[in-house]
């Protein structure tokens, strides 16, 4: 199994759990709980393994990364990451303004999403992003308007909902007739005719994304086909695109996951994409998930064991609030204690103090503990802080980087009267 990269790992000799050379029961008593942790050496090997793969055997670079950053766009996650090279996916102005903030190249940013505001459409094509990912005809048109109004031009490509199963959780499945995501798959053709005749659109490339946590290939080559099948359509009808993005979605190991690992996954795509005579096409990867998912954890503290005749309870002092997955797809974590303990083990569910049934973290837990211990929730490096929220006026959890022996706090924990700061009550 390969649950979690070594740099996040149990040790036997410690009896202890480590981030790189860092004890987590220490961090948690350097910085306190809820913590998210994560670790800077496992991001950059994933990347790495990405980046090496988009290097073909024959020495040439056939592809390109493009972090989508809403998996974790702590500011830190993405200097490491546009250190080594990469280039991001937005999908909203606030992502633009932290790939700006942190000195992204323009030209490395693609922006993506459903909903684009007239407003972020103008400062995107203001900042010179490489391109926008055009998700419906509606949208086509007001970025000609806006692009006009500025006397810029705007570097378009279609996303195509290429109506594939990715076999995921129906929220985190995007490829289907019935998502609202894309352009719909017979509709494409008759949408690049069009952008090709707009005044102030340059087509530059064509893209799909499919899903997230996606754990078999076959529905990626579906997808790629399909658009690969639209490249020569439109080829012929001298509509010329200059690259291919895939958008992301490779799932990765949270227990019993068995997903293609990095370098088999690159390697697929970019085999069949060469295999197909479309060796000279610029290929976009755009991976989240994989890239930071089991790079981070989550620390808690055990607050009470509440045990009963049916159930016991593991009460931590993290909440939905500091981790959403488990409530929003029901989805599992691996929860282990920092720390191994002689206690006998019980079966539990782990649970935060949010008053919501949905507010749980695991169910059915065998664990050996007692109150105070430090559990960590492991996967968490993907979805997890990014998506928190301050339910229950919780302010939201620190975030350190291990960089070797060394955790450097990269996001301080929110007080609690910064929550309410932006309030008034009516009273003058
Ligand atoms: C969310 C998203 C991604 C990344 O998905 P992961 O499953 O985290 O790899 C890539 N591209 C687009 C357009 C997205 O919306």
């Given at each position: 199994m390969n649950v979690i990269p070594a740099l996040i790992g149990f040790s036997e000799k410690n009896g202890q759990w480590f981030a790189e050379g860092v004890s987590l029961a220490q961090l948690a008593k350097d910085f306190g709980t809820p913590l998210y942790v994560y670790s800077k050496e496992a991001i950059c090997s994933a990347y790495r393994a990405y980046d090496a793969a988009c290097i073909r055997p024959n020495g040439t670079r056939r592809a390109r990364i493009h972090y989508a950053m809403k998996a974790n766009s702590n500011l830190a996650v993405l200097d490491e990451l546009k250190q080594l090279g990469a280039g991001f996916d937005l999908v909203s102005g606030g992502e633009l303004a932290r790939a700006l903030h942190i000195?992204?190249?323009?030209?490395s940013l693609v922006f993506a999403g459903v909903g684009k505001s007239s407003l972020e459409i103008e400062d995107a094509l203001r900042t010179g992003v490489k391109c926008i990912n055009v998700e419906s005809i509606p949208e086509l048109h007001r970025i000609n308007t806006i692009a006009k109004k500025l006397g810029l031009r705007a570097p378009i490509s279609l996303r195509v909902n290429?109506?594939?199963?990715?076999?995921?959780?129906p929220y985190i499945s995007?490829?289907?007739?019935?998502?609202?995501?894309?352009?719909a798959y017979h509709e494409v053709l008759k949408t690049y005719r069009e952008a090709a005749l707009?005044?102030?659109?340059?087509?530059v490339g064509i893209d799909c994304h499919i899903g997230s946590?996606?754990?078999?290939a076959s529905p990626y080559l579906d997808a790629l086909d399909k658009v690969l099948d639209l490249i020569t359509q439109l080829q012929r009808e001298g509509?010329?695109?200059?690259h291919l993005d895939l958008g992301g979605g490779l799932g990765i190991d949270y227990g019993s996951d068995a997903p293609p690992n990095i370098t088999e996954f690159t390697n697929l795509l970019l085999n069949r994409v060469e295999e197909r005579g479309y060796g000279n096409l610029e290929v976009l990867l755009e991976p989240g998930r994989s890239l930071v998912g089991n790079a981070g954890v989550l620390l808690t503290e055990v607050e009470y064991l509440k045990t009963g005749s049916d159930k016991n309870f593991c009460i931590v002092n993290a909440a939905m609030n500091d981790l959403m997955r488990p409530a929003l797809y029901e989805a599992y974590h691996a929860i282990v204690p920092t720390q191994t303990s002689n206690v006998s083990p019980r079966l539990y569910d782990v649970v935060g103090p949010?008053?919501?049934?949905?507010?749980?973290?695991?169910?059915?837990r065998m664990l050996a503990i007692s109150e105070g211990d430090v559990l960590a929730i492991l996967s968490?490096?993907?979805y997890g802080f990014v998506m928190a929220s301050n339910y229950n006026t919780r302010g939201r959890a620190a975030e350190v980087m291990i960089d070797g022996n060394q955790a450097f706090l990269v996001r301080e924990r929110e007080t609690v009267s910064s929550l309410y700061e932006k309030e008034r009550t009516l009273n003058k």
């Open positions: 000195g992204a190249d323009p030209k290429p109506d594939v199963d990715a076999n995921t959780h995007t490829g289907l007739k019935d998502n609202k995501f894309g352009i707009l005044s102030h659109i340059d087509v946590q996606i754990t078999n509509i010329l695109i200059h949010v008053c919501e049934s949905g507010d749980w973290l695991g169910k059915d968490a490096g993907a």
